[in-house]
C-alpha cells in the first residue's frame, strides 16, 4: 500500500533519507509547471542539497536546448545547470556519436530539437515543406528517399504535415537508417482535463508505415537509462527516482532498479496511484515535492 511520505512517522523519514545518496528528478510535473517553480519546490530541493544528496534531472522533454535549461534554472533561481539535465534530445546525440555516426539525421520533433542536433554537430537534413499537394499522387515526388539521410528521429512535431510523414516513412524503409523515438507517451496532458495527442502516436504511426521498431530514447526505456548510466555513474540501489508519471517515470525507476518517490503536483491523480499496478507502484508519495520540507519541520 503506497504511503503518503509526509504521514509517517519521523523515524521513517529519516530511515528513507538515509537509504539513497543521489536523486534523480523528472522535470516538467515535479520541478516545473511550465517555465515556472512549483511554490515549495525550491526549499525542498536546498533542503536536500544540505543533506549532500547528488541531484540530476531525467526528463522526456525535448522542446529546451542546453542554453534553454539554463536560462530556466537561472529564472527560477534553482542551483542546477544544463550538464546535470539529461533530456532525449542529448541522448540522440551521444547514441549517435558512440556509433560514429556521420550521416544526416532527418527530425520529426521540434524546432528546438534540431537546433540542438545542430549545436552538437549533428549533420541534420534540411527538409523543404510541401508547398501544395493538389493530387494525391503529387506525393511521389515530394516523398523521395535521400541517400544521404541515416537517421530518423521522432518526437512531438507541431509541424508535421501528410507529405513529412509519407518521406519519413519512405526513408526508413531502408533497414540501415536509424529509427529513434524520443517521448513515447501516447498523451500529454494540459490540465483541465485536456489532453493532446503525444509523440507515440507519431512513432507508432511511422512503425506502421516502416514495418519497423524503433530503439526508444526516454523513459521508461531502460536504453534511455544507459546513457544516464555513462554520464552519472550511479548505484541504482542507493539512488532515489522522484516522477509525477506512473508510466514514465515509476515504470523507468522499477525497470532501471531506482527507488521511486510519485509526486501528485503533475500528469498523475490520486486515484491513479491508486489503481496503478502493483509491479510498479512506488512505495511512498508525496502530493508535491514541496511537502518533503514541511513535513519535516
Ligand atoms: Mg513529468
Aim: hydrophobic fraction near 40%; charged fraction near 25%.
Amino acid at each position: 500500500m503506497v504511503k503518503n511520505l509526509s504521514q509517517v512517522s519521523r523515524n521513517e523519514i529519516n530511515q528513507f533519507l538515509n537509504s539513497f545518496d543521489n536523486i534523480l528528478f523528472d522535470c516538467d510535473g515535479v520541478i516545473l509547471l511550465g517555465e515556472k517553480i512549483i511554490p515549495g519546490v525550491k526549499e525542498a530541493i536546498e533542503y536536500l542539497q544540505a543533506k549532500d544528496k547528488g541531484m540530476k534531472l531525467i526528463t522526456n522533454n525535448s522542446f529546451r536546448t542546453e542554453s534553454d535549461w539554463d536560462s530556466v534554472f537561472e529564472n527560477v533561481d534553482l542551483d542546477f545547470r544544463s550538464e546535470d539535465v539529461v533530456f532525449p534530445t542529448k541522448a540522440v546525440v551521444t547514441y549517435l556519436q558512440q556509433l560514429k555516426f556521420d550521416k544526416k539525421v532527418f527530425v520529426v520533433g521540434p524546432p528546438r530539437m534540431r537546433k540542438q542536433f545542430e549545436e552538437s554537430g549533428l549533420d541534420v537534413y534540411k527538409y523543404k515543406p510541401c508547398e501544395q499537394l493538389r493530387e494525391l499522387h503529387d506525393i511521389k515526388d515530394h516523398a523521395l528517399d535521400d541517400p544521404e539521410i541515416g537517421a530518423v528521429v521522432v518526437d512531438l512535431d507541431f509541424n508535421l504535415t501528410y507529405a513529412k510523414l509519407v518521406k519519413a516513412g519512405i526513408v526508413l524503409k531502408r533497414p540501415d537508417v536509424h529509427f529513434i523515438l524520443c517521448a513515447s507517451d501516447k498523451t500529454v496532458p494540459l490540465g483541465d482535463n485536456f489532453k493532446t495527442i503525444g509523440s507515440g502516436f507519431i512513432g507508432e504511426t511511422l512503425e506502421m508505415i516502416s514495418g519497423r521498431r524503433p530503439i526508444v530514447l526516454g523513459k521508461p526505456s531502460s536504453l534511455y537509462n544507459n546513457i544516464v548510466q555513462d554520464k552519472f555513474n550511479l548505484n541504482p540501489e542507493r539512488t532515489l527516482f522522484v516522477g509525477d508519471s506512473l508510466i514514465t517515470d515509476m515504470l523507468f525507476a522499477t525497470r532501471c532498479g531506482y527507488q521511486k518517490l510519485l509526486v501528485l503536483s503533475g500528469t498523475t491523480s490520486y486515484q491513479d496511484m491508486m489503481n496503478c499496478p502493483k509491479d510498479f507502484a512506488p512505495k511512498y508519495y508525496l502530493n508535491s515535492l514541496a511537502d518533503l520540507k514541511t513535513s519535516l519541520n
